[in-house]
C-alpha cells in the first residue's frame, strides 16, 4: 500500500507494507539516521517526530505516519549542530549511534517545555538510553543548552 507524507519538508509517497514498522520504511527509503536499538521503544534511537512530537519510530506503524509530517535529524541540522557544540563543550559526545534519537528527544524537549527543572530534563530524557557514555556529561550540556544553569 503507498502513503503519502512530508519528511522533512518534501512531500512523498512511501510503499509500506501494513506490518512495517516506520523506522524500518524510513531505514528503507534512505533514512539512516533513524536507528534500530531495541525494537521495543525502550532504548529510543529510533526518536524522530510526527507533526513535532517526538514518537519512537520502531514502535509505530507506517500507516499510522500517512498524511503527517515526519522529521528526521537531517530536518534540523541548524539545531541539531547547535546542541552538539553544547556536548562537545562538556566532553559528552557519542560514538554517534545513540546522537540522532537523544538529540531529537532534546530538541522537542527544548521545544515543549518552558523554564524545566533538572528534574524534569531527566525525566523526559527517561528512554533514552546511551551504550557508550555517562549521563553526567550529558546533563550539563543539556542544563546549558535549556538555559537551566
Given at each position: 500500500?503507498?502513503?503519502?507524507?512530508?519528511i522533512?519538508?518534501?512531500?512523498?509517497?512511501?510503499n509500506?507494507?501494513?506490518?512495517e514498522?516506520?523506522?524500518e520504511?524510513?531505514?528503507?527509503?534512505?533514512?539512516l539516521?533513524?536507528k534500530?536499538?531495541?525494537d521495543t521503544?525502550?532504548?529510543?534511537?529510533?526518536?524522530?517526530?510526527?507533526d513535532a512530537?517526538?514518537?519512537?519510530?520502531?514502535s509505530t506503524?507506517?500507516?499510522?505516519?500517512?498524511g503527517?509530517?515526519?522529521t528526521?535529524?537531517?530536518?534540523?541540522?541548524k539545531?541539531?549542530?547547535?546542541?552538539?557544540e553544547?556536548?562537545?563543550?562538556?566532553?559528552?559526545?557519542?560514538?554517534?549511534?545513540?546522537?540522532?534519537?537523544f538529540i531529537?528527544?532534546?530538541?522537542?524537549?527544548?521545544?515543549?517545555?518552558?523554564?524545566?527543572t533538572?528534574?524534569?530534563?531527566?525525566?523526559?530524557?527517561?528512554?533514552?538510553?546511551?551504550?557508550?557514555?555517562g549521563y553526567v556529561?550529558?546533563l550539563?550540556?543539556?542544563?546549558?543548552?535549556?538555559?537551566?544553569?
Amino acid at each position: 500500500m503507498e502513503i503519502k507524507v512530508t519528511i522533512n519538508n518534501e512531500d512523498k509517497i512511501l510503499n509500506i507494507e501494513y506490518d512495517e514498522f516506520l523506522s524500518e520504511v524510513l531505514r528503507k527509503y534512505g533514512y539512516l539516521s533513524v536507528k534500530k536499538g531495541c525494537d521495543t521503544g525502550s532504548c529510543g534511537l529510533c526518536t524522530i517526530w510526527i507533526d513535532a512530537k517526538p514518537i519512537l519510530s520502531c514502535s509505530t506503524l507506517a500507516i499510522k505516519a500517512n498524511g503527517k509530517n515526519i522529521t528526521t535529524i537531517e530536518g534540523v541540522q541548524k539545531e541539531a549542530t547547535e546542541f552538539a557544540e553544547f556536548l562537545v563543550n562538556e566532553g559528552a559526545e557519542q560514538c554517534g549511534f545513540c546522537s540522532p534519537g537523544f538529540i531529537m528527544t532534546v530538541l522537542a524537549m527544548k521545544r515543549e517545555l518552558k523554564n524545566p527543572t533538572k528534574d524534569d530534563i531527566i525525566h523526559y530524557l527517561t528512554g533514552n538510553l546511551c551504550r557508550c557514555t555517562g549521563y553526567v556529561g550529558q546533563l550539563r550540556a543539556i542544563l546549558k543548552y535549556m538555559e537551566v544553569v
